[in-house]
């Protein structure tokens, strides 16, 4: 491989920190502690330093807790998995909004036993997308769970990345949610939260993505224009908006989009690494702008942002599912289809 230009191990001791313990402030986080710990493994991962960086105890230990956040039967409905263990087991938690399956947290989940080289053979597959189909909305987008007005493509993807990693689609009505992602496409190329507001890098990546795992590319109403929004949003990082100081976590939600798209020869790869690096702190991670705190979210989207622009110096990550592809060739072996583009090059 090329020379990575990352501080490396100081990114790996970050991750491994991120892990084991969080600062007093991060306290708030505690109920999505699911997705802190996929982003951590994610980042390792996504640097080739997984594998010596957790013992197997510990690999071990963080499988079970994972499976421990799986709604077991007769606690609900929505089953899946929740997004931590902050309101105790499930059996004596009062409240149901927090003992309920939550599509992220589900997603997150199961991303996170892949990369800790679990099987999967504990899912409770057929309730988890029973639970999916039941949080469908009638406009074709998806809530994160019951009880919420939260609905959007943040939620869509999340369903979407679930169904592909268990192999099953029953609970997605493909149709339904490509006609609300369309109806999301702003006149501009962008995609917006909801029909007629701001175009966002973030959510322009839930769409794509969420079209890409369906096959369903060529549903944008404009690709062309799309992939030149997405475009136009690199100064030297990539911005999330029009007019927005760009942000080290749209390295890969706008990155991935382009790349997904088929544009990332058009990318400045220079200035993008630049800029990525500037984000880079003396404590390892990187922080959303240079010179800030970091964040496992900003470290690990940063960190697969730069792999998009070097893939010769770090391991090949799916844009779609934001695993390694090393990971997505063992998902093979667990029934993942073939014919999906996901694993087109695997």
Same mark, same amino acid.
């Given at each position: 491989?090329?020379?990575?230009?990352?501080?490396?191990?100081?990114?790996?001791?970050?991750?491994?920190?991120?892990?084991?313990?969080?600062?007093?402030?991060?306290? &708030?986080?505690?109920?999505?502690?699911?997705?802190?710990?996929?982003?951590?493994?994610?980042?390792?991962?996504?640097?080739?330093?997984?594998?010596?960086?957790?013992?197997?105890?510990?690999?071990? /230990?963080?499988?079970?807790?994972?499976?421990?956040?799986?709604?077991?039967?007769?606690?609900?409905?929505?089953?899946?998995?929740?997004?931590?263990?902050?309101?105790?087991?499930?059996?004596?938690?009062?409240?149901? +909004?927090?003992?309920?399956?939550?599509? +992220?947290?589900?997603?997150?989940?199961?991303?996170?036993?892949?990369?800790?080289?679990?099987?999967?053979?504990?899912?409770?597959?057929? +309730?988890?997308?029973?639970?999916? #189909?039941?949080?469908?909305?009638? &406009?074709?987008?998806?809530?994160?769970?019951?009880?919420?007005?939260?609905? /959007?493509?943040?939620?869509?993807?999340?369903?979407?990345?679930? &169904?592909?990693?268990?192999?099953?689609?029953?609970?997605?009505?493909?149709?339904?949610?490509?006609?609300?992602?369309?109806?999301?496409?702003?006149?501009?190329?962008?995609?917006?939260?909801?029909?007629?507001?701001?175009?966002?890098?973030?959510?322009?990546?839930?769409?794509?993505?969420?079209?890409?795992? !369906?096959?369903?590319?060529?549903?944008?109403?404009?690709?062309?224009?799309?992939?030149?929004?997405?475009?136009?949003?690199?100064?030297?990082?990539?911005?999330?908006?029009?007019?927005?100081?760009?942000?080290?976590?749209?390295?890969?939600?706008?990155?991935?989009?382009?790349?997904?798209?088929?544009?990332?020869?058009?990318?400045?790869?220079?200035?993008?690494?630049?800029?990525?690096?500037?984000?880079?702190?003396?404590?390892?991670?990187? &922080?959303?702008?240079?010179?800030?705190?970091?964040?496992?979210?900003?470290?690990?989207?940063?960190?697969?942002?730069?792999?998009?622009?070097?893939?010769? +110096?770090?391991?090949?990550?799916?844009?779609?599912?934001?695993?390694?592809?090393?990971?997505?060739? #063992? !998902?093979?072996?667990?029934?993942?289809? #073939?014919?999906?583009?996901?694993?087109?090059?695997?």
């Amino acid at each position: 491989m090329a020379t990575v230009e990352l501080a490396v191990d100081a990114h790996v001791r970050y991750f491994r920190h991120c892990l084991n313990m969080l600062p007093a402030e991060t306290v &708030s986080l505690d109920a999505t502690r699911m997705t802190i710990a996929q982003l951590s493994l994610v980042g390792l991962a996504a640097l080739g330093r997984l594998e010596e960086s957790i013992p197997p105890e510990q690999r071990k /230990d963080m499988i079970e807790w994972i499976y421990a956040q799986q709604i077991p039967s007769g606690s609900s409905e929505y089953r899946g998995f929740r997004g931590g263990s902050l309101f105790g087991p499930h059996d004596v938690c009062n409240y149901p +909004a927090a003992n309920c399956g939550n599509i +992220a947290a589900t997603y997150s989940a199961l991303c996170a036993l892949l990369l800790l080289g679990d099987d999967l053979e504990r899912v409770d597959r057929a +309730a988890t997308i029973a639970g999916i #189909r039941r949080l469908q909305q009638k &406009s074709g987008t998806f809530a994160p769970h019951p009880g919420t007005t939260e609905r /959007d493509p943040r939620f869509i993807y999340c369903a979407c990345a679930v &169904s592909a990693i268990l192999d099953d689609w029953s609970g997605v009505d493909m149709d339904a949610a490509t006609q609300y992602i369309q109806s999301c496409c702003s006149y501009d190329g962008g995609i917006s939260q909801m029909p007629f507001q701001e175009s966002h890098g973030g959510l322009l990546y839930c769409c794509v993505a969420s079209l890409a795992l !369906m096959g369903r590319l060529d549903a944008l109403p404009d690709r062309h224009r799309t992939l030149k929004w997405a475009l136009f949003r690199q100064q030297d990082g990539f911005q999330g908006r029009i007019n927005k100081t760009p942000d080290v976590c749209y390295s890969f939600w706008v990155g991935a989009s382009v790349n997904l798209l088929g544009g990332q020869e058009l990318v400045d790869s220079s200035e993008l690494v630049s800029f990525i690096r500037r984000c880079e702190t003396d404590i390892g991670g990187l &922080s959303k702008w240079p010179g800030y705190r970091p964040d496992p979210l900003h470290s690990a989207l940063g960190i697969v942002g730069f792999s998009l622009c070097r893939p010769d +110096a770090l391991p090949l990550m799916s844009p779609e599912l934001l695993l390694p592809m090393t990971v997505v060739e #063992r !998902m093979l072996h667990l029934g993942f289809r #073939r014919s999906h583009k996901l694993c087109a090059n695997a």
